[in-house]
Antibody, heavy 117, light 108 residues
Framework: ELQLAESGGGLVQPGGSLRLSCAASRFSFSSFWMSWVRQAPGKGLEWVATIKQDGSETYYVDSVKGRFSISRDNAKNSLYLQMNSLTGEDTAVYFC??????????WGQGTLVTVSS | DIQMTQSPSTLSASVGDRVTITCRASQSISSWLAWYQQKPGKAPKLLIYDASSLESGVPSRFSGSGSGTEFTLTISSLQPDDFGTYYCQEYNNYPFYSFGQGTKLDLK
């Protein structure tokens, strides 16, 4: 079964930074686009960022552009999300997902990021 | 940006009911639409892609239809495991994506 496992979430103060990781297994990680999708508490899903197989192209939702950076290490089968200048509006569960491309499957279990003083 | 609007926002139904959820796009997205099911505290699960293609392993009581700006997800005979929240997602402007706000399906 394809697997994605996020880590790195936690409590961070407004203006702080956090780096999320996503470990992939049981599929050819380097062959797929990958994405991050978030879900604020009690809210719907919001696409955050996407990266091409070789990392040469990255795309972001406007609300995180300039603050978040998506990257990957194909040798380690890992995806990352560097989040800077965090605000309360970034509080959410962050899911990594394989971008088939165009739809997302599978998804990881998510990691909670809470931005609060 | 493409806006996706789902209706209803909440739906109460009984086991055995036929259920339909609608997703409307603010502009034509051809058939570039997926549907997901999410249970509380869990990751979304892909049900349908390309508007009407059933993901492998998903029960045949789920079906999708539509093109252009209006789409539907139908559950032909609701089962106890089908309760949860359903989301549509467009990928017409891949790799920029948007989701509907969700439809919560609960037990009447």
């Amino acid at each position: 079964e394809l697997q994605l496992a996020e880590s790195g979430g936690g409590l961070v103060q407004p203006g702080g930074s956090l780096r999320l990781s996503c470990a992939a297994s049981r599929f050819s990680f380097s062959s797929f686009w990958m994405s991050w999708v978030r879900q604020a508490p009690g809210k719907g899903l919001e696409w955050v960022a996407t990266i091409k197989q070789d990392g040469s192209e990255t795309y972001y939702v406007d609300s995180v552009k300039g603050r978040f950076s998506i990257s990957r290490d194909n040798a380690k089968n890992s995806l990352y999300l560097q989040m800077n200048s965090l605000t309360g509006e970034d509080t959410a569960v962050y899911f990594c997902a394989r971008d088939v491309p165009t739809w997302f499957d599978p998804w990881g279990q998510g990691t909670l990021v809470t931005v609060s003083s | 940006d493409i806006q996706m609007t789902q209706s209803p926002s909440t739906l109460s139904a009984s086991v055995g009911d036929r259920v339909t959820i609608t997703c409307r796009a603010s502009q034509s997205i051809s058939s570039w639409l997926a549907w997901y099911q999410q249970k509380p505290g869990k990751a979304p699960k892909l049900l349908i892609y390309d508007a009407s293609s059933l993901e492998s392993g998903v029960p045949s009581r789920f079906s999708g239809s539509g093109s252009g700006t209006e789409f539907t997800l139908t559950i032909s005979s609701l089962q106890p495991d089908d309760f949860g929240t359903y989301y549509c997602q467009e990928y017409n402007n891949y790799p920029f994506y948007s989701f509907g706000q969700g439809t919560k399906l609960d037990l009447k």
